[in-house]
């Protein structure tokens, strides 16, 4: 076996690897943005966990079969670059979306969440999302709400009834 071919299958088994540890993996055409905007995307990736790399279309096709995420091929024509988040499904979406809208030269293509292919649009509704801390803190305020509700009629209860002790000594 030649030595390319031997460097191509460790490729593919790096890529299966990654998309099988993958909470989220998102495919991206990054034409038209410039090494320094690159460079940005990929910091503002590894800020959030975030793996972004560019790969072979051919390799992460193979690569997908062995996983079994035939779904993926779809989006890998052109240039791809692919964002793999091996925690939070959330993190790629809001910061590729972000990106894309502005700089205006990325596509967002589509992607794979969870082991389900996901759409362009998917992923946008995704990046919309409130983030886990915000949607803990509507959680909590939910939760609070009937509490707080009691404590404020029991005040009122204990108010009225100071009231009227007061009026009864005058």
Known sequence: MSKALEAKKAVVAEIAEKLQKSKSTIV????????????????????????????????TKRA??????????????GPSALAFSYEDVVAPAKVLHKFAKDSKKMEIKGGMVEGRMVTQDEIKALADLPSREGLLSMLLSVLQAPIRNFALAVKAVADKGEEGAAAEQA
């Open 28 to 59: 991206a055409d990054y034409r038209g943005l410039t090494v320094k905007e690159m460079n940005e995307l990929r910091k503002q990736l590894r800020e959030v966990g975030v793996e972004f790399h560019v790969l072979k279309n051919t390799l």
């Open 64 to 77: 997908a079969e062995q996983v079994g995420q035939d779904d993926l091929s779809q989006f890998l024509t």
